[in-house]
């Protein structure tokens, strides 16, 4: 082997052994570099509620701060500022500007998380890529960026929508007023189980609650075998058809059908599904649930725990919800007194949850306007601050 | 001519090395910490005062609160941290029915236990004049005051019997609530010790 030939065989080893050896300290991370995870773990929850604003839905003019202290949802601008846009980052001379819709929009691929620089970024548990820094210390936290994959995965939109308010709202909703021993459809304090009243069916068990605070007793009851659910299912289909159809044709619970009837401390009604919930809204539980006879059929005599008109209701899904407005019957045009009781008082709602649900309760279409505005649009939610009815 | 392009590309080589180098760098345990903690104020906050836990805030329904307003009780909900964990696991309610997290929430909560149920809320230090009306009934009222504790069947405290307590007070608040109170130990939060005795230190101003 020539001189010249074995010069050139080392230095192509030498060339191969740096190249390897950059490739591979390129990619080579530190013993804790290795462990940093910032990743969502699960996949993110699509019916948290993200806007690209902070706050939603109620007029400043229109609140009334007696349900809590501020009104405060955090919206994509304000993490985003929070965590990226300093005076000395991307708020600053660092490129890109992170401090409006259009500059944050240019990292985003509207519908799709996944493609989008902006959630990328912060996700990435590439200890040369994450933003922020990682030398800094600071993470985003995992309801920050759940917000923000749910804000890109709805379609990165300045303003939300329906799609963005109902599954949130609906959520609330099915997993909070439907736990524990409230509105589910094991809980049978209603009236509306024909076979479920208390004390009669061995189908059921009661337990009593004695409100510490006031001394006030409820007595409540729940179904032991719970595919018994479908009586209520039944009932619903019931109180559908008595009202869209014909008197004549509800066979079922309207109408008194045991000789002294069980009164119930609660009526209250089950919300586990959006169906529920619907039903509750257009079918309030005042119009279908009562201890004494509401209306007797002028021909058949039939004596009927409902109201003949499923509009005339002295309460309303809103009212119990939202204690800055003032509900009146839709029939009578009579006013209640202001309520909001499943907001600040069992069910604890913040404002910013109350708005969210007065804001997908007037934008969703299977919801009748006359659940909204009234017959004719005369109204039927006024503001208590202002006086102001809710009109279309 | 050979020889350059050979020896340049090795010059390029070696000095390519130490940007190479950079990437090399490691982080230290605490910023490890810092950034894969579950954050209890931005992350467990936000489950625990609405939704399936939405009755225990607020204090108006009898249940044990985890918060009032805009105040957290994080030792009450530290209490109960086991069993949150369990029922994230799918374990039951202590109540009656049931309570449905959402595998995102389960998965929040069940992190949080795992690495240490750490409240990561820094009190701000408590200056000016700490009264008892302003501060000390408010906390009084939504910590002491339950149905089983000094709202029932323990004795009701004002102003006059914890004056007389200085003692007492004095070793529950330096012992975050672990000694010093006749019915057991209890978890006192950081920021209610620091306004307890920032108020025997001025001299109990009504």
Redesign the interface.
Known sequence: MSIKKTQKTI?LI??AF??M??II?????????S????A??????S??FASFYDSIAIAEADVIPDV???IRTTGVLSIVNSNCASANCHGGAIAPKLTTYAEIKTLVVPGSPEQSKLFDLMTTSD??KAMPP??Y???L????K?KIYNWIKNGAKETPGLDDFRPAAI??L?????????H?Q??VGGQWARSGFMGVNPDTVS?TYI????GSINI?A?LREPSLTQVWTAYKDSVKKFFADTLANANFRPYKTFGTPVVASSRRGPLNTYDDIIMDIIYPKSIRSNSSVQYTHPTSGQKFYVKGNPLTSTDCFMRRMDSTIIYRNPITLVATTKNGSMA???????PS?VALFKAWYFADPNIPDVWKYGLNNQGIFSYRKTGNFITK | MKKTI?IT??AV??M??PS??K??????????E???S??FR??VV?IM????C?????G???QIAFSH??TIFYSAILTRSTLLNNMAKGGP?P??????F???????VK?WVAQGAKDDYVPPPVTGDVTYALHIVPIYKTDCK???CH??VAVALDYTSLKAKEAEIKTMMNSLGASGHKGGAISIAPSTSATFLAWIAQGFKP
């Not at chain 2, 990437?23 to 490890?32: C, G, H, K, Q, V």
């Not at chain 2, 939405?54 to 607020?58: A, D, K, S």
């Open positions: 230095l030498l060339g740096f190249v050896l950059t300290r390129c990619t080579k991370e530190g013993v804790n570099a462990k940093i995870a910032r969502l773990v699960e996949k993110p929850d019916t948290v809590n202290d501020v200890v040369n990682i030398n210390g600071v993470d936290s995992i309801t920050e759940t959520s609330l099915t997993n909070g007023c439907a736990s524990a021993n409230c589910n094991a809980t337990y409100n510490p605070g006031s409540y729940q600040w008082d069992d069910g604890g709602f913040s949850e | 050979l590309l090795v080589m070696i390519a090395l190479c180098y990437n090399y760098y490691d982080i230290s345990e605490a910023t490890l810092s950034i894969n579950v954050s931005n992350d936000p005062t609405s939704g399936a939405g009755c225990h805030n607020n108006l329904t009898g307003k805009d309610h109540g009656e029915g049931s309570i449905y959402t595998p995102s929430q389960a998965s929040i992190a339950g149905s089983s709202g029932g």
